[in-house]
């Protein structure tokens, strides 16, 4: 089992390469669009909801309430284009397009092959959560230079969520599924998160549910640096991220290898 298991781990740390950039030639052709529709949900939310019920609610922990709604969207952003990377096209170069079968008849693994998948989906969560924070920082809700120590926590809130999406990947039997995935675990986590509105005007209950949620990690590091505030609890929220992004990844690469290899 282990063997069977170990052949399918990546070669070396180099060949994921190949997958990213397949992916990014590719993308590349319809690169605009694909920003656009990536940007779209959380830039309507920033502007609707942040000039819209900004306009009642004033200020949030001493904010204006459209500089804190423009964390959230930054990190949602970054779940949202991950996710959808993974659950629709990598799902579609899995199944349908059989790029991936094309793909195991080289030197490649089928983990260089998720791990590139993983990397790609990071890159466009990457692209999507600065140009959001861009905008935000435009429109003067976000300090310079301290956006910049944002970034990798983008990237690494990419990677967390296309690893958790790879696994529904992994277990949908067809497009179908990926609804049930949207509906019951992503719209809920940005309500439950602290994206919309503080965590501290939930019920206690939601409040420790929320400290489990990776979204709700990674607006805790993207809010303060955006805002030029000092963050709390940064290891931690480092490291649950982390864990999002490795144990998914290693069992996505075992439930994936039952579906395509056995």
Known sequence: MWKRYAAVLP??????????????????????????GNLAEPMTSLFGLGFGLGAMVGRVDGIPYVAFLAAGMVATSAMISATFETIHATFARMHAKRTWESALCTQLTLGDIILGELAWAASKAL???????????????ASWPSVLFALPVIALTGFA???L??????LAPSYDYFIFYQTLFLT??????????????LPDIFQQL?????????????????LDRPGGS???????????AVVPFFLSVELLRRRLMC
């Open 188 to 201: 809920p986590m940005l309500f439950l998160s602290g994206a919309v509105f503080p965590v501290t005007q």
């Open 161 to 163: 969520f296309a690893s």
């Open 127 to 141: 692209l999507a959560g600065t140009a959001m924070m861009l905008v935000a920082a435009t429109i003067g809700y």
């Open 210 to 226: 929320s400290h489990l949620l990776p979204l709700a990690h990674s607006i805790e590091l993207i809010r303060p640096a955006m």
């Open 165 to 170: 999406a790879m696994i529904v990947t992994a």
């Open 11 to 36: 070669a070396n740390p180099w060949n994921w390469v190949a997958v990213w950039r397949r992916n990014y030639m590719a993308w590349k052709k319809a690169a605009i669009a694909s920003i656009l």
């Open 234 to 244: 940064v290891g931690l929220h480092i490291s649950a991220l982390c864990v999002y």
